[in-house]
Nanobody, 123 residues
Framework: QVRLIESGGGLVQSGGSLRLSCVSSDGTFSPSSTQMAWFRRAPGKAEEFVAAIDRPGLRTNYADFVRGRFVISRNTAESTVYLQLNSLEPEDTAVYLC??????????????WGQGAQVTVSS
């Protein structure tokens, strides 16, 4: 079973930055092979789409609440997808998760959710 591993989370003050990474623990799947997306899950809420990137890394899509603060990217050679979080706000506090998706709107995540990366923003 494919397991995606997110890392790079932490505790930052409002206005701070973090860089999240997503890799696969399974040699049968590479994040470089498909469209990938980041989601987040705030306490007591369902997963929420954050950003997506196409396979070549040429097209991206972001949720409205991102407002130019986050950047999704990928390193094909390293089979890694990144999410740069800038100008973080307390409302961004959540567990951030990655997944393979059907389209750049983040629909139909392909795999079971991993543990995610906890991002906590203090005011």
């Amino acid at each position: 079973q494919v397991r995606l591993i997110e890392s790079g989370g932490g505790l930052v003050q409002s206005g701070g930055s973090l860089r999240l990474s997503c890799v696969s623990s399974d040699g049968t799947f590479s994040p470089s092979s498909t469209q990938m997306a980041w989601f987040r899950r705030a306490p007591g809420k369902a997963e929420e789409f954050v950003a997506a990137i196409d396979r070549p890394g040429l097209r991206t899509n972001y949720a409205d609440f991102v407002r130019g603060r986050f950047v999704i990217s990928r390193n094909t050679a390293e089979s890694t997808v990144y999410l740069q979080l800038n100008s973080l706000e307390p409302e961004d506090t959540a567990v951030y998760l990655c997944n393979s998706v059907r389209n750049l709107d983040g629909q139909v995540p392909a795999f079971a959710w991993g543990q995610g990366a906890q991002v906590t923003v203090s005011s």
